[in-house]
């Protein structure tokens, strides 16, 4: 069974402190990794495809990368807007088309 | 380009009776996929259709829910006599075609039913 783990749960950073999200996935034969941002009473909002192992893509504050076994999103000098629940999720190279999300790790940024 | 859209955002329902919720998927989007997220869960898949086939059901509940994307107008994830388990944000998400693509998904439908 696909299975996507996310870890820490949630996590507190001080403006500008830098750290990593760690997405854990075990699926059959991976065709896609995604990252997603979901805000209180919102709709996870897209951020990231990851393809294949070594992968890495960019946007603004945000780095994520992915091995064979685990993908990481790394927040270099967050700020408190970037407090949000952190979303990743696989889809299996079976034909299926739907995304298997983990429970997500709710990031909180303060001034 | 207006993003996914769906209606009601919250609705409210007495336990036995039908919830109705609809999704208009992205312009030039003709793949919906609904989930549902309970407290404290990950989102978790329930069906995906195309226009007028319902490709995938593999994560619907075998009783009482069912989907359709009619040729014309939104996608309707249909819950009949619901009961106090079914209370969740249920999420739809459109895709412009399959294979890794990305799924943008809508504001979603916050269903209470008391």
Redo the contacts between chains.
Sequence with gaps: EDQ?TQSPEALRLQEGESSSLNCSYTVSGL??L?W?RQDPG?????LF?L?SAGEEKEKERLKATLTKKESFLHITAPKPEDSATY?C?V?AGDG?????????TKLTVNP | NAGVMQNPRHLVRRRGQEARLRCSPMKGHSHVYWYRQLPEEGLKFMVYLQKENIIDESGMPKERFSAEFPKEGPSILRIQQVVRGDSAAYFCASSPITGGTEAFFGQGTRLTVV
């Design positions: 996507v065709r896609g995604f997603y919102k709709g996870p909002e897209f495809t393809y979303l999720a889809q299926s088309e739907k995304l298997v999300f983990g429970k997500g």
